[in-house]
């Protein structure tokens, strides 16, 4: 709900263009086509908020090694596409009127690529519209281009780090300052409200998750805030994400203890932060996202904790979870430039304890940009 | 973030189960699968609400006319499976050890519909997606099931349009709320914030779009409220939906005006609710949604106002926008039980005016489920 503040835009024409023009050659290409928010915004600088709520409403970038990329969207969204975004190659549809897949193929069709190798996002695309799209050109070759919007999109660009990194760390400053507010006998709700306060008061824009529960609330499938208050002896987790820069998301859990510390709470939560720093210190250039996964892993059976986790954390960006993944099939080296949120949990036999940092991808190393005090001693809320 | 106080479930297993199994026959179905959060709520009683951040986890139901209908799964919502759902023929899959396709091929084949004809909904399942499940089952028939879930849920139960029509009431009472309190000077932000308050006081759990604006800010693209205060003279117009009894929206259209009504005001906002009004009485049972849409068209063209809306109005359940919508090629014939947001607008020479309304068709017309205060006279905000 607040202006963009931002000097220097986050993603530009010409980076972009230049990385897709790459692929294009790459992939021996004809046309490379984006359908999915997260990679329309990616190539188009604008983001349609709208397919959150109303995913049929298709925006569509269409880039060849020459022409000016073809924007195909739906008329709501003139002012998007006309001035948010650096296309200029406009083709408006009308919703329910058209069909935005056929208006693609017109573009297509124009651009010279409607019987050559055209790159299309199969995960995203729906399997009625990929049969319309393959009805309607059969001459040509449909590639799975997911690969290479995540390629693309994987390494950030400075300003995207900037963004990033500023709205984990005020995402961590405002977990810290509701928990220093927070005292037994509030609610729950009460301390996530401050914590959503603080978060705006410092440009978060909109709540994107917010989970928060005191001891074995913490084991129930909706651990959101409720009225449950915090009594001595509590551990206190969240897992809390906000909207920043317009496009950009956050994503940072942090476990805490009311009024006391068990000594075997005080050692669960020293293994979890050991864990997590293991992990750090492992993640560079040229290591793989599996990797990561393995060293996490191994951590947690030399702690002697069980471990079941799918992933232990993900890229993030204007996604919640982008590629690269951590997780054991995820064979991604680690680059400069890339950003992960790292979240290993353990369930201990009074709740759950998490942590999740944001870590980018040095030239020597990596760098941890979501702490803004000190986690590693275990926090006592009194 | 409130406990759900609902005595009786919006939904229930026999009664769903009852629709399935007719469409199944009428459509000579082996295997009905639903796989959009929707449709999965719809027929296994729970809600996926991670889908919406995270699409790829995804959920599915097979529906067969004789077995227990299987639920697939990812066991991150093990707890939503096991104990918020009605299915017991359950089959978590690891996320990305396990490919959720291959456990639903799994599945078919245990229900012997691996070689029938299976509804699949292909507007939702992804290109990916689809192509395997294809390779997997070559011999498998499979049906577009898109339109079949439709009919499904059209129809609303009561206890669905209880919850639908308390929540649209409340909305519309906390803008009037809002209005109320609302004076000269106050921030459009201000107003929002007591617009929510107020909703949630009422119930409304999660805040789902919140459009606010005085004035030209209605023509923004961005038309959420920001820090412009509201001044005598302004049209303002606020578009708000919040989250009811966990899963059911809300969504209200609203305009009014600060300190004084000038004439062509006053008139452009009754022209509205005149077609806002002629529309209402023509909705009822026999009646086509493009019969309603064009009823509309011309009450704006017998207004002298200019119409080019590609749509008027939706469904609305679990999903903002649900079929029927009210667009002129939508040919349904509207039933008892179906429920839509009318939502008529007029870009003014001053800003948009809006009104939006739920409409419950019944046996013998229809049911306006939004109104808790006049609004066929202008509200002056004072």
């Known amino acids: 709900m607040t202006e963009d503040t931002t000097t220097k835009p986050p993603l530009t024409r010409a980076a972009t263009l230049a990385k897709a023009h790459a692929e294009i050659t790459a992939n021996r290409l004809d046309a490379l086509v984006a359908a999915s928010p997260g990679n329309v915004y990616y190539t188009s600088g604008t983001y349609f908020m709208t397919q959150k709520n109303i995913p049929e409403r298709l925006g569509l970038v269409s880039i060849t090694s020459d022409d000016d990329p073809a924007f195909v969207y739906c008329t ?28 693609l193929v017109d573009v297509l069709k124009k651009q010279g690529a409607d019987r050559g190798r055209i790159g299309v996002e199969k995960r995203f695309f729906s399997a009625i519209d990929f049969e319309r799209l393959r009805n309607r050109l059969p001459k040509a070759e449909f590639v799975d281009a997911d690969p290479i919007f995540d390629r693309m999109r994987a390494i950030k660009t400075p300003e995207e780090i900037r963004i990033l990194g500023d709205a984990a760390m005020a995402t961590d400053a405002a977990i810290r300052v509701a928990f220093t507010e927070a005292a037994a006998g509030m609610t ?50 969240t897992d809390f994400g906000m909207i920043w820069s317009r496009f950009y998301l956050s994503d940072i859990a942090r476990t805490a203890f009311v009024g006391r510390l068990e000594p075997w709470q005080d050692e669960t939560y020293r293994k979890l932060e050991h864990v997590q720093q293991t992990t750090i210190a492992a993640m560079k250039p040229g290591v793989k996202a599996s990797d990561v996964y393995r060293i996490c892993a191994d951590a947690f059976a030399r702690a002697g904790v069980e471990f079941k986790m799918p992933h232990i954390g ?26 992960f949120m790292l979240e290993p949990a353990i369930r201990g036999r009074d709740g759950f304890y998490h942590t999740e940092d944001m870590i980018e991808i040095t030239e020597t190393g990596q760098r941890v940009l979501s702490r803004s005090a000190d986690w590693a001693t275990p926090m006592v809320i009194s």
Request: aromatic share 4%; proline share 5%; glycine share 12%.
């Open 314 to 339: 993900h890229g993030i960006g204007v996604v919640i979870h982008e590629n690269p993944m951590l997780h054991p099939f995820d064979h991604t080296i680690l680059e400069p430039g890339m950003v």
């Open 188 to 237: 729950e709700l009460a301390v996530g409200e401050m914590m959503v306060a603080e978060a705006k008061n410092r440009g978060g824009e909109k709540l994107l998750h917010l989970v928060l529960a005191a001891g074995a609330n913490g084991f129930k499938i909706h651990a959101e805030p409720g009225t449950t208050q915090l009594k001595s002896g509590d551990v206190l987790r």
């Open 76 to 103: 709501i969204e003139e002012g998007h596409a006309t001035q948010e975004s650096w296309l200029k190659n406009l083709r408006g549809y009308t919703e329910f009127a058209d069909q935005p897949v056929d208006v």
